[in-house]
């Protein structure tokens, strides 16, 4: 019971501090565990896999590249990516 006592009182005192749940990581390590798992369940190849998520991750990619845009973020970036080149051609 002595070793679990350093973890109890970091896992209480985020909480505490917070005033909250970390309701954030506590979301992205329970999906990275089901990732995980389902990795060892399905017996894949490395390319076909990747080739796999790459193909399932595409559309909700695009479906936030096309958000950006109509919001208005993405012309910031490309004003940055435009701003670097420009520095990295003259310097």
């Not at 979301?27 to 990732?35: H, K, P, W």
């Not at 060892?40 to 990747?50: A, F």
């Not at 998520?53 to 936030?64: D, S, V």
């Not at 590249?65 to 701003?83: I, V």
Request: aromatic share 12%; with cysteine; glycine share 8%.
């Amino acid at each position: 019971m002595r070793s679990y006592l350093p973890w109890l009182r970091l896992r209480y005192g985020v909480y505490f501090l917070a005033g909250r749940p970390p309701w954030i990581a506590l979301a992205l390590a329970f999906l990275l565990a089901v990732y995980g798992l389902l990795r060892k369940i399905v017996k894949v190849e490395s390319l076909p896999g990747l080739a796999t998520e790459t193909l399932g991750l595409a559309p909700f990619a695009a479906a936030y590249l096309l958000w950006c845009g109509s919001a208005g973020s993405a012309a910031d970036l490309r004003r940055r990516r435009l701003a670097a080149v420009e520095q990295s051609a003259l310097g």
